[in-house]
Nanobody, 124 residues
């Protein structure tokens, strides 16, 4: 069993930055994925990182603005979010996946563990 705890969400103005963290219990043996969800809509992938950290994937909507990274010694994955836009407002979820894909193949049902989410609000 793996427990994931997100932190770092909050309110920021458009153009600002936030860094989300996801701390995992136990030894990290999974690819890690960030999803986001707005009310009434499906959860969508934002970014993913392989177990080693050597490969990453980004959704087109965040490419060039967000950076995913991980520190396996600390069992923590990060999402650095720059140049934030109001449309980035969402609850951001961290997930652990036994599989890593270099494309958008991630889906909610395929994740092995989930955090409870952290709210990011970007004001215009």
């Amino acid at each position: 069993q793996v427990q994931l705890v997100e932190s770092g969400g909050g309110l920021v103005q458009a153009g600002g930055s936030l860094r989300l963290s996801c701390a995992a219990s136990g030894r990290s043996r999974y690819a890690m994925v960030w999803f986001r969800q707005t009310p009434g809509k499906e959860r969508h992938i934002v970014a993913a990182i392989s177990l080693s950290g050597g490969s990453t994937y980004y959704a087109d909507s965040v490419q060039g603005r967000f950076t995913i990274s991980r520190d396996n010694g600390k069992n923590t994955v990060y999402l650095q979010m720059n140049s934030l836009k109001p449309e980035d407002t969402a609850v951001y979820y961290c997930a652990a996946s036994r599989s890593y894909y270099r494309d958008s193949s991630y889906n909610v049902a395929g994740m092995d563990y989930w955090g409870k989410g952290t709210l990011v609000t970007v004001s215009s």
